[in-house]
């Protein structure tokens, strides 16, 4: 008979951007650990907001599974004679082990035939592992910084209030973090602030519906949503038709976890306050009071959405609260902008001097001067015209002065839009304003990327830079620790220079920035293999197997639009039907090749025509010629795929010389110039990918 199981964490107001890393944990951790008890489920499913967090394992079975082992022993023919009877030392055997006969068997090993005992354990019911299984859970989902309370040595992101648990009708009784679990759950905290005792495990999604809890944060979202799209078509009839939400994924997703009851409220604030840029307004909104703004598409209009964990009591009463509230936070915001603008913003880059990045690292005037020097350098590597690389130095010399207005201080998220805004107030070049702005892109997961040049260096420069003194300094991402936010930058890095097809060596790169620092060959080899794992992953995202990735470092990876390039080309050639035959006959090409260089051959690319014997060795030579200069012309281009589509007229060619020809022949001058041969052409299949790394079916 198969049951559902139950755990609920109440937990002290865990934050929104916790709950969904600590619910794919669970997940992850109870799949595993059931699993590994041996008890069969059919479904884990896992809901959760600030106030819990709860597992539900549906179909779960009354006992483990049964199982049995092999406990592997002494060679047979120590156990056994030659007529298969038990020998003394079986005997001995045996009785040490406390084993039975008919519980021996034989298996066959490399070694020979071994004895194995059959070892039965029975599965225990599952109410009497679940308590150790559930405890193990709790410990080991990880929070970056968890919180100790009580006597107990007992970490979690927030305090345990209560844990509720149950298998069918039954309690599953266990202790942690000095909480005891028991039958009993809490119902909202405002609607239904009470203690319920449930029944059975299976009655709980109602008797927990009835307290007023919508236990599914993808629901409430949906609910969110719907009672915005009506908010909406509202102000659209009040003489706005071209309303609509300022989406912001990462607010709703915050909502969604924070709320257990969400109900939706609006208003409308003073037009007064539409003098502000838009993206002010917005912050205000947001980071105050967590509600979304609305647009016409162009500008922003004088309406704010708001969720309340709660119902519809009283809700013009709230809408009113939060009308004053907002109108005071813009005002202070209307004040601190006009305050902003009075200094220019080249002004207040000396005052960067009074800032520090890190004790180590300086203060960001310091950091001002590496992205000057730094973005020189690297635009003068990449050929830049010289008056692109004046503005790029300029965005460079102002694009952290925003960090010391007041807008900058009270909301560090706009850094960068700030600056341009401030920037054009300035009377700078708009080219100049627009490289600040996108300075600071990517600034999260599928954010847009810089679309200047200008701006697209400064944030290699400024993202390269912050990679570069973190590893000098020995702050190197671990596990899930990154405070410094140090993928996401070297993420940023890596899709920047693919999109723009940056034309640059890493190595280069990285020698420049950390020379600035005092050079350190460790921490630049480590940031060096930090980012080439990004880039990695990114191959992975982009449908690559393990061993077209590998196929392809192995070709090179200092030049990462150079390695994306190959990777477009490799997915293409090694999706074509004809693939395997030219696969294979360029496998053998460079197999040979290898060889050669183990047995210490050294081989060139100069090939002599009248050391030619074989005609296939004349026609592999004579349609190599043929095509050698278009192949090479492609490759100057990084037309990596026209180039491969002249490289493999060469298959059969390949194939034919291989199966007629001996290159390892006994003339020295005749195999070496065979090899020659070889490996003129080898050349430029490497070029794209090391072929012997794929695997060919």
């Not at 703004?293 to 009463?317: C, M, Q, T």
């Not at 701006?455 to 405070?483: M, N, R, Y």
């Not at 191959?539 to 030049?559: M, Y």
Request: aromatic residues 8%; glycine residues 6%.
């Amino acid at each position: 008979m198969e049951d559902v199981a139950i755990l609920e964490l109440g937990i002290e107001d865990l934050p929104p951007r916790m709950v969904k890393s600590t619910l794919q944990q669970i997940q992850t951790l109870s799949k595993e650990l059931l699993e590994n008890q041996r008890i069969e489920f059919k479904k884990i499913s896992l809901w959760g907001s600030s106030r819990r967090i709860i597992l539900w394992i549906e179909g779960i079975k009354p006992r483990q599974k049964d199982m049995v082992e092999k406990e592997i022993g002494p060679p047979k023919n120590v156990v056994y004679d030659t007529k298969g009877k038990l020998t003394s030392a079986g005997k001995q055997y045996l009785k040490a082990k406390k084993a039975r006969e008919e519980e021996l068997g034989i298996e066959v090993t490399e070694k020979g035939e071994y004895v194995y005992i059959k070892r039965y354990t029975k599965g225990e019911k599952t109410i009497r592992v679940l308590p150790s299984l559930f405890q193990e859970i709790i410990k080991n989902i990880h929070f970056a910084k968890p919180m100790r309370w009580g006597k107990e040595n007992f970490y979690f992101g927030r305090p345990l209030r209560y844990i509720f648990s149950m298998l069918g009708k039954d309690c599953i009784e266990f202790e942690i973090g000095g909480i005891k679990s028991g039958r009993k759950t809490r119902g909202h905290r405002y609607l239904f602030p009470r203690w319920i005792e449930v029944t059975s495990a299976q009655s709980y999604p109602e008797v927990i519906r009835k307290a007023k809890v919508i236990l599914d944060p993808e629901e409430r979202r949906k609910i969110i949503l719907r009672s915005i799209s009506k908010i909406i078509s509202i102000i659209k009839r009040k003489g706005y038709p071209e309303a609509k939400l300022v989406e912001d994924e990462e607010l709703l997703e915050e909502l969604s976890y924070l709320v257990e009851y969400p109900t939706v409220l609006w208003g409308e604030f003073n037009v007064r306050y539409l003098s502000l840029p838009s993206f002010i307004l917005e912050a205000c909104l947001r980071e105050y009071q967590k509600q979304f703004a609305i647009s016409d598409g162009k500008k922003a209009l004088p309406f704010f959405i708001g969720v309340r964990d709660g119902g519809k009591h009283n809700l013009e009463e709230i809408v009113e609260g939060n009308k004053r509230v907002i109108h005071a936070r813009l005002n202070d915001a209307q004040f601190f902008y006009q305050e902003d603008k009075k200094l220019p913003l080249e002004k207040k880059v000396i005052g960067l001097k009074g800032i520090t990045v890190q004790e180590k690292l300086g203060s960001y005037y310091d950091k001002t001067k590496r992205l000057v020097k730094l973005s020189e350098k690297i635009s003068s590597e990449l050929k830049v015209k010289k008056e692109t690389i004046k503005k790029i130095k300029r965005a460079a010399y102002l694009c952290k002065a925003d960090i010391l207005t007041n807008m900058g201080r009270e909301f560090p998220r706009l850094q960068g839009i700030l600056g341009k805004e401030y920037a054009l107030h300035s009377g700078e070049d708009p080219v100049v304003a627009q490289a600040i702005e996108e300075h600071k892109k990517p600034r999260f997961a599928g954010d847009s990327l810089p679309s200047s040049l200008e701006g697209a260096i400064l944030a290699i420069v400024d993202k390269i830079d912050t990679l570069s003194g973190a590893f000098w300094i020995g702050f190197v991402p671990s596990g899930s620790e990154d405070p410094w936010g140090l993928r996401r930058e070297a993420q940023g890095v890596v899709e920047i220079i693919i999109d723009k097809k940056i034309d640059i060596s890493i190595e280069k790169l990285l020698s420049e920035s950390m020379t600035l620092y005092g050079d350190d060959e460790n921490a630049r080899q480590k940031l060096g293999e930090f980012l080439t794992g990004r880039v990695l992953n990114l191959l992975r995202e982009r449908g690559l197997t393990p061993d077209q990735v590998n196929a392809l470092i192995k070709a090179g990876k200092d030049n990462f639009t150079d390695l994306f390039e190959r990777a477009i080309t490799l997915k293409y050639i090694t999706s074509r039907k004809e693939f395997k035959q030219e696969g294979l006959a360029i496998i053998r090409l460079l197999n040979i090749l290898k060889q050669a260089k183990e047995w210490g051959i050294k081989v060139t690319t100069e090939v002599k025509k009248e050391k030619l014997k074989e005609k296939e060795e004349i026609n592999l030579y004579k349609k190599w010629e043929k095509i050698k200069k278009a192949v090479d012309g492609f490759f100057s281009k990084r037309e990596y795929i026209k180039a491969y589509d002249k490289l493999s007229s060469l298959k059969e060619p390949i194939h034919i010389f291989f199966d007629k020809v001996l290159v390892m022949s006994k003339d020295p001058e005749v195999k070496l110039n065979r090899l020659s041969l070889l490996r003129d052409i080898g050349s430029r299949f490497l070029r794209i990918a090391d072929f012997t790394k794929l695997q060919i079916k």
